[in-house]
């Protein structure tokens, strides 16, 4: 099974900043990850796919990179609606496996 | 617009089966795959299985074989699932989500249900 680590764990940031989230993948996986945006009670929302295409009606703020095993979900300019937590997914295996997900607080 | 709504809250004994309801609306259902997908308390996303709305076709993840079965009515627009023996470790909120695969090679879910909590407990 293809296992995805996210990094970190939980971010703490502030209004205006700049922030990236990690994720690898354990095995080569060219660019089959999506990333998902997830509010307290709330079902995911997607962000990303395929690692650099945002989902229409997602600001232009968030961005994706990457391929192979590194993949990098930012975003530049941190708004109030924006914390939240994020997981990364695989579509590359049959399982479409998640990352941990990570909490991003002010 | 796109809306996928689920049926609500269950609490369910070991042993017992949850069917799950999923209706869509505000695009053509034959069109899109049906995923489902469960999120246990405080944890991660786990994917379960998806339908095809066009064939009935099925896919499930190997833990679930056996005791998953995913169905659509075309003529609701509506996708269940049933989960059956249920166990404690199936606590979690369920969600359907429509499924890009066939459309986009990176197989996104790009909408979701409201999600359903099942809460299995003697």
């Known amino acids: 099974d293809i296992q995805m680590t996210q990094s970190p764990s939980s971010l703490s940031a502030s209004v205006g900043d700049r922030v990236t989230i990690t994720c690898r993948a354990s095995?080569?996986?060219?660019?089959?990850v999506n990333w998902y945006q997830q509010k307290p009670g709330k079902a995911p929302k997607l962000l990303i796919y395929?690692?650099?295409t945002l989902q229409g009606g997602v600001p232009s703020r968030f961005s994706g990179s990457g391929s192979g095993t590194d993949f990098i979900l930012a975003i530049s300019s941190l708004q109030p609606e924006d914390f939240a937590t994020y997981f990364c997914?695989?579509?590359?295996?049959?399982?479409?496996?998640f990352g941990q997900g990570t909490k991003l607080e002010i | 617009q796109v809306q996928l709504v689920q049926s609500g809250t269950e609490v369910k004994k070991p042993g017992a089966s949850v069917r799950v309801s999923c209706t869509t609306s505000?695009?053509?259902?034959?069109?899109?795959?049906i995923s489902w997908l469960r999120q246990a308390p405080g944890q991660g996303l786990e994917w379960m299985g998806w339908?095809?709305?066009?064939?009935?076709?099925?896919n499930y993840a190997p833990k679930f074989q056996g005791r998953l079965a995913l169905t659509a009515d075309t003529s609701t627009s509506t996708a269940f699932m049933e989960l059956r023996s249920l166990t404690s470790d199936d606590t979690a909120v369920y969600y359907c989500?429509?499924?890009?695969?066939?459309?986009?090679?990176?197989?996104?879910?790009?909408?979701w249900g409201q999600g359903t909590l099942v809460t299995v407990s003697s």
């Open positions: 989500a429509r499924d890009r695969r066939g459309l986009d090679y990176s197989k996104p879910f790009d909408y």
């Open positions: 505000g695009y053509t259902f034959n069109n899109f795959v």
């Open positions: 339908i095809s709305t066009y064939n009935t076709n099925t």
């Open positions: 095995q080569t996986i060219s660019t089959y």
């Open positions: 395929a690692a650099s």
């Open positions: 997914q695989e579509s590359y295996s049959f399982l479409q496996t």
